[in-house]
């Protein structure tokens, strides 16, 4: 560990300087609306700003309150993050509208260790609302600034590592002036995704840099450690795209796996690409036909492998096949109702290119 950089008033003086120095304007900068707060880091968790910032305006035009969030139906919370994917987080986003709205008189606590509390809030986000909201004096750390601190104190722990996390919390904690903890915690992350990025970070014009322990021991390549430790799960999907005149075959996706809540097709999973599967249609189906696209779609923990097949019945046996549907927990969709179900990417994909 860099045993130069003692001062900790003058590395968070010049962190301080650099993010007043160069300021970045964003919507949830500079309130204090617990709400607000919450709803845009719960968004940009695993999500980059460019593309969390469209779904931060469309949640606080719909919901402007966290009551207008709380007593949405899930259905249409889910439609709306539709596309930013890590869908627990939209469902543990509504629950949590809930609570607070219900048992909480619409009042977010106001401690870190209340926040804690809260559904899907963790010790990053309960840290950015204390802190952003309320003012308390608790550091966040999160990815960006993981790496500001490993480079510049050269901690070598693995940041993956319940060990790594301690430590770096509690050197965040120790740097963190009284005076100014939401402002620098926002220096703290902004310097990192902008500055001391993970490839090619601006050493040059670093205001660190004379006492950064990576830059003078050539290890910003090498740090922060992390050991990923993650497997990543393939699986091969066969959709069938069922089709009865202007109305289609969905089904919504139970607890258990990927896309709790949202909709997509009937399917069974094959063993492996490209082998056969099987699937009991209903009486009087015609024979499906397979699209001529393969579809590969990537998750945090999964990789997807989809085909799709078109299947067609007579619009004189809807009876049939309403019941058929009904005997599988299936739902019969008009065509011009498809827009509003919540789907997963992969069948946005699909539908984009058949022109929906």
Same mark, same amino acid.
């Given at each position: 560990?860099?045993?130069?950089?003692?001062?900790?008033?003058?590395?968070? @003086?010049?962190?301080?300087?650099?993010?007043?120095?160069?300021?970045?304007?964003?919507?949830?900068?500079?309130?204090?609306?617990?709400?607000?707060?919450?709803?845009?880091?719960?968004?940009?968790?695993?999500?980059?700003?460019?593309?969390?910032?469209?779904?931060?305006?469309?949640?606080?035009?719909?919901?402007?309150?966290?009551?207008?969030?709380?007593?949405?139906?899930?259905?249409?919370?889910?439609?709306?993050?539709?596309?930013?994917?890590?869908?627990?987080?939209?469902?543990?986003?509504?629950?949590?509208?809930?609570?607070?709205? @219900?048992?909480?008189?619409?009042?977010?606590?106001?401690?870190? /260790?209340?926040?804690?509390?809260?559904?899907?809030?963790?010790?990053?986000?309960?840290?950015?609302?204390?802190? !952003?909201?309320?003012?308390?004096? /608790?550091?966040?750390?999160?990815?960006?600034?993981?790496?500001?601190?490993?480079?510049? !104190?050269?901690?070598?722990?693995?940041?993956?590592?319940? +060990?790594?996390?301690?430590?770096?919390?509690?050197?965040?904690?120790?740097?963190?002036?009284?005076?100014?903890?939401?402002?620098?915690?926002?220096?703290?992350?902004? !310097?990192?995704?902008?500055?001391?990025?993970?490839?090619?970070?601006?050493?040059?014009?670093?205001?660190?840099?004379?006492?950064?322990?990576?830059?003078?021991?050539?290890?910003?390549?090498?740090?922060?450690?992390?050991?990923? /430790?993650? +497997?990543?799960?393939?699986?091969?999907? @066969?959709?069938?795209?069922?089709?009865?005149?202007?109305?289609? %075959?969905?089904?919504?996706?139970?607890?258990?796996?990927?896309?709790?809540?949202?909709?997509?097709?009937? @399917?069974?999973?094959?063993?492996?690409?490209?082998?056969?599967?099987?699937?009991?249609?209903?009486?009087?189906?015609?024979?499906?036909?397979?699209?001529?696209?393969?579809?590969?779609?990537?998750?945090?923990?999964?990789?997807?492998?989809? %085909?799709?097949?078109?299947?067609?019945?007579?619009?004189?046996?809807?009876?049939?096949?309403?019941?058929?549907?009904?005997?599988?927990?299936?739902?019969?969709?008009?065509?011009? /109702?498809?827009?509003?179900?919540?789907?997963?990417?992969?069948?946005?994909?699909?539908?984009?290119?058949?022109?929906?």
């Amino acid at each position: 560990m860099n045993t130069k950089a003692t001062d900790n008033q003058l590395f968070s @003086h010049q962190i301080l300087s650099w993010y007043r120095a160069n300021p970045r304007e964003l919507p949830w900068r500079g309130i204090q609306d617990p709400y607000k707060i919450w709803l845009s880091e719960i968004i940009l968790q695993q999500t980059r700003v460019a593309q969390g910032m469209p779904y931060y305006f469309k949640f606080t035009e719909a919901y402007p309150t966290v009551k207008d969030l709380a007593l949405a139906p899930e259905e249409e919370v889910l439609r709306l993050w539709q596309g930013l994917g890590y869908y627990s987080r939209a469902r543990n986003l509504h629950s949590c509208a809930k609570y607070v709205w @219900h048992e909480l008189n619409g009042n977010f606590p106001e401690t870190y /260790k209340e926040l804690l509390l809260l559904k899907g809030v963790g010790s990053y986000t309960a840290s950015a609302i204390a802190s !952003f909201a309320f003012g308390e004096v /608790k550091a966040v750390v999160d990815g960006n600034v993981f790496r500001v601190l490993a480079r510049y !104190f050269g901690i070598e722990t693995d940041i993956a590592s319940g +060990k790594g996390k301690k430590q770096f919390e509690a050197l965040a904690d120790q740097l963190i002036p009284a005076d100014h903890p939401g402002e620098f915690n926002q220096a703290m992350m902004d !310097f990192g995704a902008r500055h001391c990025t993970p490839a090619n970070p601006s050493c040059d014009t670093c205001p660190l840099s004379s006492s950064c322990f990576a830059l003078n021991n050539k290890m910003v390549k090498d740090l922060p450690v992390k050991i990923n /430790k993650i +497997k990543i799960k393939e699986r091969h999907l @066969h959709y069938y795209v069922i089709r009865c005149g202007e109305k289609w %075959v969905w089904k919504k996706r139970s607890s258990g796996d990927i896309w709790e809540g949202l909709f997509d097709f009937p @399917h069974v999973e094959q063993t492996k690409e490209n082998s056969e599967s099987e699937f009991n249609l209903p009486e009087a189906a015609k024979t499906p036909v397979k699209f001529p696209k393969n579809y590969r779609h990537i998750l945090s923990h999964q990789k997807l492998n989809a %085909v799709f097949s078109e299947v067609e019945f007579p619009e004189e046996k809807i009876a049939h096949l309403n019941e058929w549907a009904e005997n599988n927990g299936f739902l019969l969709v008009e065509e011009e /109702k498809i827009e509003y179900l919540a789907k997963p990417k992969l069948i946005v994909n699909f539908l984009n290119d058949q022109g929906f």
